[in-house]
């Protein structure tokens, strides 16, 4: 043990913070479980909230593998992703038909700038173009003591602003995509 690990030994290990400590410990996974649903439910609304300001013909959804996805004028064939709920923090472009050959992949890798994260589309499952947001990961401390209810709004707008930037950024893309299979 180093000097850190010795002094919390010491403050563990005496009959009136012993109790209280394995206490901590055993809820610590529901309290770290709560944080971490607070915040990307705040996430959620705040887009849900611009989405209706501003009269967005986006559909937002957060299933239950913790995934964000936005919908573009009820468009499926590819949707905005961001993933973070459980780890590091992804964003991107997906499709769910992409695997069954309904996109034509020219026209994909036409709308994909770049190279490296088509191929990566090609290789995955889930047919999503992943990019690591800010090596974020909801396993880190650092990460999660961004999301603590004193500290979490600014991690929060960081957050929603990058998610409706790239989707902004890219509705066009997708409009016109979604347009050329029609």
Known sequence: MNTYEDEIYKFVATKENFKSAIEISNLLPEIKGRLITD???LVKNEI?????????NWVLSMKKDGHLYIDINNQKDLRIYFAGRYGKCYYGIGSNNYKNGLLDEKRVE???NEEALYKE???TSWSVCWIEFNQENFTNIQTLIKILPEERDVFKDEIVNH???FTIENEIHIEQFCKMRK
Do not use: H, S
């Open 121 to 123: 589309m090609k290789k």
């Open 163 to 165: 998610i409706l930037n």
């Open 110 to 112: 036409k709308y994909i």
């Open 48 to 56: 849900e909230d611009y989405i209706n300001k501003n009269g967005k």
């Open 39 to 41: 915040f990307w439910d």
